[in-house]
C-alpha cells in the first residue's frame, strides 16, 4: 500500500476530529469544479500541486521538530480565474505569517504552538479572502467548510478575529495618505505597493510580540506573582480600547465626594495611561504609525472608526490564548465543574503544565503532563 492509501484507510477507522489543520489553497481549473473531490485529486493539474504542497508541509515539519508520518489537511479549491488569483495571494499572505517570522525554537512545545498558530491564520487567511471578494462558498455557513473540519471555538474566533482583521484594513485602505505622510520620506518597501502590505506586516509585528511575551518569554512565575485571569486580561484590553477611541472616564455629576475623588484619580490615571500608550504607539513600527496617523482624525472616518472599534470590544477574549508560558514550557488553566452537566465547566486561576502531542492520524492536540 501507498502512504496515501495508509492515510485513507486510518481516516476510515479512526474518528477525524474537529480540529484546527493544513488549509493549502490549490488554485483550479473552472471546468473541474463540477468533478467529485475524491476524482478530482487524482487528476494530474491538481495531483501535482497538492504532492508540491505535501513536500512543502514536511519540510516545515522538520524546521519545527515535528514528527509524524502524516500531516493532516482540507485544501481549499480556487477558481483560476484573475479574482481566484487575487484571493489566492491575499488568502496565503495571511496564511504564512507564522512562518515567516523568524524565531529560535527551544523545544518541541513551541513547534506545536507554532504550527497551531499557522493552522489557525490559515483559515483566517481564507475567511478574510472571502469576506473581501467572495469567490468561494462561504466558509461560516451551517453545512460550510468550517463547521465541517473545525470545533465551533476556533470558527467563534476566526470570525471575531477576521472582523477586525478587516474593519483595520479598511480603515488603512482610506486613511493610506496620511499613514504615507506621517511616515515620509522614510518609507520602506512595506509601504510601496498597496495597503494590504502593511496590514500583512502589521500582523507579523502582532505575532512576534505575542510570541516574545509568550513562548519565547524567559520571566518566570513566582510565588508572589499571580497569573493574570481571562477577565484581567479583559480589563486590560478593554482599557486599551478606551484609551483607542481616546474615550476617557469621565467624572460623574451628583456623586458623593468618596466616589467624586476617586473619579478623579481615575481621570488622572486615564492621563498618564493615554500619554504612555502614546510612547508605546511611538515605538511600535508600523501599527504604531497607523494609529497615530489615524486617531487624531479618527472623526474622519465616521463609521469605519466605530466598526474597527466595535470589532475589538467583541474579539476581546478571542485573543486571549488558552496557554500560559513560564520558562518556555505551556501551561493551562485548570477546570472545574459547574451545574450538573458534565460539559459546563469554569477555568480557574490554577495553572497545569502541558505539552503538545501528535496522534496516528497527525493532530495536534495539548494534554497535562
Not at 296 to 311: I, M, N, S, V
Not at 333 to 353: C, F, L, M, W, Y
Request: proline content about 6%.
Amino acid at each position: 500500500m501507498t502512504e496515501e492509501e495508509i492515510h485513507e484507510q486510518l481516516k476510515s477507522t479512526f474518528k477525524r476530529p474537529k480540529a484546527l489543520q493544513d488549509m493549502p489553497l490549490i488554485l483550479t481549473p473552472e471546468y473541474l469544479f463540477p468533478t467529485p473531490q475524491q476524482v478530482r485529486r487524482q487528476l494530474p493539474v491538481i495531483k501535482s500541486r497538492l504532492e508540491a504542497w505535501k513536500l512543502r508541509a514536511k519540510e516545515e515539519d522538520e524546521l519545527l521538530r515535528i514528527e509524524r508520518r502524516f500531516i493532516p489537511f482540507v485544501e481549499i479549491y480556487i477558481p483560476d480565474t484573475p479574482q481566484g488569483k487575487e484571493f489566492f495571494t491575499i488568502a496565503k499572505a495571511i496564511g504564512e505569517i507564522p512562518m515567516q517570522v523568524q524565531v529560535k525554537l527551544k523545544n518541541e512545545n513551541q513547534g506545536y504552538w507554532l504550527k497551531t498558530n499557522h493552522y489557525f491564520d490559515q483559515a483566517r487567511g481564507v475567511l478574510f479572502a472571502h469576506k473581501l471578494l467572495g469567490v468561494i462558498p462561504n466558509p461560516l455557513e451551517e453545512h460550510g467548510l468550517f463547521s465541517q473540519y473545525l470545533p465551533e471555538t476556533s470558527i467563534r474566533n476566526l470570525e471575531l478575529i477576521t472582523n477586525v482583521d478587516l474593519a483595520e484594513y479598511q480603515l488603512i485602505k482610506e486613511g493610506e495618505k496620511y499613514i504615507r505622510q506621517m511616515v515620509e520620506p522614510n518609507i520602506d518597501d512595506t509601504f510601496k505597493n498597496n495597503p494590504l502590505e502593511l496590514f500583512v506586516s502589521i500582523q507579523k509585528q502582532a505575532f512576534l510580540d505575542t510570541w516574545n511575551l509568550g513562548p519565547a518569554c524567559p520571566e518566570p512565575i513566582s510565588s508572589e506573582t499571580k497569573w493574570l485571569s481571562i477577565e484581567e486580561q479583559e480589563d486590560f484590553l478593554n482599557k486599551r480600547i478606551r484609551l483607542l477611541e481616546q474615550n476617557p472616564w469621565m467624572e460623574q455629576t451628583k456623586k458623593p465626594e468618596s466616589q467624586q475623588n476617586k473619579n478623579k484619580q481615575e481621570q488622572g490615571t486615564y492621563q498618564q495611561q493615554n500619554q504612555e500608550y502614546l510612547k508605546f504607539l511611538e515605538n511600535y513600527q508600523w501599527y504604531g504609525n497607523f494609529i497615530l496617523a489615524l486617531r487624531p482624525r479618527h472623526w474622519e472616518f465616521g463609521e469605519l472608526w466605530d466598526k474597527y472599534t466595535q470589532a475589538l470590544k467583541a474579539a476581546k477574549t478571542a485573543y486571549i490564548d488558552d496557554l500560559y508560558w513560564q520558562t518556555g514550557q505551556p501551561y493551562k488553566a485548570k477546570e472545574i465543574s459547574v451545574g450538573e452537566q458534565p460539559h459546563h465547566k469554569r477555568k480557574t486561576r490554577k495553572r497545569q503544565r502541558v505539552q503538545g502531542v501528535v496522534d496516528i492520524l497527525g493532530y495536534i492536540h495539548w494534554q497535562w503532563t
